[in-house]
């Protein structure tokens, strides 16, 4: 069987001199890893295709259990991502945090979308903040259903806006305001008020937009710090030597 789709490159590697396999990600499979036979020495079928942060449309046939890339068309290489060292590390950042994620054929589609959008806004931007992977994290985190919501304290309701000196409950996964009691045990971050708007927005708005942020330092720790702790806790990774591992 054949079919045409695009799909995002995350990792090449060599085999046999002029063969490449290729870890995808489609919209509509999610990640999966495909053989391109010839494909490092075939300039007719994979003309510039075959590197990492390419979006390519492929045509694939499968069979025998597994996928072969029969050839490419290049849509967008987002090129100056790999032009500058401070924007390729941030574009690795969130690449490897994707990848680590697994995420299932369900969620495919937003991921896939998330993805390239924040790889094109990476490489658009004229001075990407330095927080930008950090926002991919959260909001890939969130439209996967792993966030909980901060709009209002998960202990009586009350709306975010309306009290600041929250604190937040790691292994609970709970924004729980200053009137409410704090459980005896685990960890908790301090956030304040604008953390848990930051955290909204980023996860309402587009990558484009994210930019437009301007945390005080104060606010971009926090941030940091409540990320780091929710990743580490709840979907077992660590950022270690360059790339997320499972705890
Ligand atoms: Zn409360």
Redesign the pocket.
């Known amino acids: 069987m054949e079919f045409s789709e695009k799909a995002l490159v995350l990792r090449v590697g060599r085999f046999r001199e002029i063969d490449a396999w290729v870890r995808l990600f489609s919209p509509s499979r999610g990640a999966y890893t495909a053989f391109a036979f010839g494909g490092c020495r075939s300039r007719r079928r994979f003309c510039g295709c075959l590197d990492v942060f390419n979006l390519v449309q492929f045509k694939v046939k499968t069979g025998r259990g597994y996928h072969t890339l029969l050839e490419g068309r290049l849509l967008n290489g987002h090129g100056r991502l790999r032009a500058e060292p401070a924007r390729l590390g941030m574009a690795v950042n969130c690449l490897k945090f994707f990848e680590a994620m697994e995420v299932g054929a369900s969620g495919a589609r937003a991921a896939h979308a998330l993805l390239v959008e924040t790889l094109e806004t990476l490489a658009a931007e004229p001075a990407p903040p330095s927080p930008f992977p950090l926002y991919f994290r959260a909001r890939l985190a969130g439209d996967q259903g792993f966030l909980p919501s901060l709009a209002a304290?998960h202990?009586?309701?009350?709306p975010g806006s309306e009290f600041s000196g929250a604190v937040f409950h790691v292994e609970e996964g709970r924004l729980?305001?200053p009137?409410?009691p704090r459980p005896a045990r685990g960890t908790v971050v301090r956030i304040g008020r604008d953390v848990v708007e930051l955290v909204s927005d980023v996860c309402r708005a587009r990558p484009a937009q994210w930019a437009g942020f301007a945390p005080s330092p104060g606010a971009a720790g926090e941030f940091s710090r409540l990320l780091d702790r929710f990743v580490t806790y709840h979907l077992g990774l660590t950022w270690e030597h360059g790339t997320f591992v499972r705890n």
């Open positions: 304290c202990g009586c309701g009350r729980l305001c009137a409410c």
